[in-house]
């Protein structure tokens, strides 16, 4: 240890000496499954809803992108009103969730509800925003359902799908 004295205004200088000390093991921590996301960006609350959980999620018999918002938090259905997505989201009416359709909103707003409906292959996600959103999202105090439809690509792609309704194969409601 060497050891200075330091007085006022003077100008003193150390050169210290560094010593090899013992080899130590390195341990890395490699992620193996798909671990959630924490944002620490913002302190926005949302869920995101992507292409192939759409694809696994059961929507029938309405194909509707849009009653996937049950699948949030603090989102009670709606059915009575018929406006905004169908769900009341933290507690304020229906007509108080904002519906953006990539980005741009879409809402008609002669009742408040979903402007433009979109066939539920067309989705490549949507997001539900429930608390804290950014100002970027305008007029919303309850919520905030964004839906972003697929972007073209040069390969073909569809799909078909059919409701077969036989009455033979209903329950019986006697």
Known sequence: AQRIDVAVG????????????????????????????????????????????????????????????????????????????GFAINGQRSASTSILLDGAENVDTFTASVGQTVPLDSVQEFSVLTNNFTAEYGRASGGVVNLITKSGTNAFHGSGYEFNRISALSSNTL
């Open 10 to 85: 003077s100008t003193n200088q150390i050169s210290p000496q560094l010593t090899l000390g013992a080899t130590t093991s390195t341990v890395e921590v490699v992620e193996t499954a798909a671990a959630v996301t924490v944002n620490t960006a913002t302190q926005t609350l949302s869920q995101v809803i992507t292409a192939d959980q759409l694809a696994d999620l059961p929507t029938s018999p309405t194909r509707n992108p849009y009653a996937l918002v049950a699948t949030s938090g603090n989102v009670v259905e709606d059915s009575n009103s018929g406006r905004g997505a």
